[in-house]
Nanobody, 123 residues
Framework: QGQLTESGGGSVQPGGSLRLTCTTS??????MGWFREAPGKEREGVAF???????KYAESAEGRFTISKDNAKDIMYLQMNSLKPEDTAMYYC???????????????????WGQGTQVTVSS
């Protein structure tokens, strides 16, 4: 397994924006994703991206969040716009380092996880 490190979290007002960054080391992955976990709730998938650029979003993120990846630098991003209080959560990046190809979406098993970065949206 490689290492994943998230950054870019913080506190913003509703309607604000943040860009999360996930840096990777020692591996490349066909499928990566962003997840979040709010207090008292289960971890949920937010967005997923394949190495060929294909993406998938949770309904709550569609139209507001954009996942992207710089394959040359092995960095993944999550641009979050129009943030809402319900977006408040710990955000994690994850990668499937064992399987190449296939569907990159909800239900995929990810074996490498970062430590998380906190996003707080409040006025």
């Amino acid at each position: 397994q490689g290492q994943l490190t998230e950054s870019g979290g913080g506190s913003v007002q509703p309607g604000g924006s943040l860009r999360l960054t996930c840096t990777t080391s020692r591996f490349r992955s066909w499928c990566m994703g962003w997840f979040r976990e709010a207090p008292g709730k289960e971890r949920e998938g937010v967005a997923f991206i394949r190495s060929d650029g294909g993406t998938k979003y949770a309904e709550s993120a569609e139209g507001r969040f954009t996942i992207s990846k710089d394959n040359a630098k092995d960095i993944m991003y999550l641009q979050m716009n129009s943030l809402k209080p319900e977006d408040t959560a710990m955000y994690y990046c994850a990668a499937d380092t064992r399987k190449y190809g296939g569907t990159c979406s909800f239900g995929r098993v990810f074996d490498s996880w970062g430590q998380g970065t906190q996003v707080t949206v409040s006025s």
